[in-house]
């Protein structure tokens, strides 16, 4: 079950390892696909607002996350 793979509240050292392992994985993307990444799951942002504010069609964004999630998946 994936939801075993994520620390609980008050374990420090599952919550210092996820943070490690989403850090490692944020590196194998570049800056572009960096900021849609940021957007959409940090910031709760739709791919619509997300092309509005980086001024891209949101064809676009949809193509760079879908890059971004592959290269972080190896």
Known sequence: LLLATYPVLGDDAGFDEAREKVHTLLTRIN???MAIIN???????????VSRILRI?????????NKALCKMRG
């Not at 957007?39 to 607002?49: A, D, I, M, N, S």
């Open 31 to 33: 800056k572009k696909e």
């Open 57 to 65: 069609k949101q064809q676009v964004v949809s193509y760079r996350l």
């Open 39 to 49: 957007l959409v799951y940090f910031e709760h942002k739709t791919q619509e607002e």
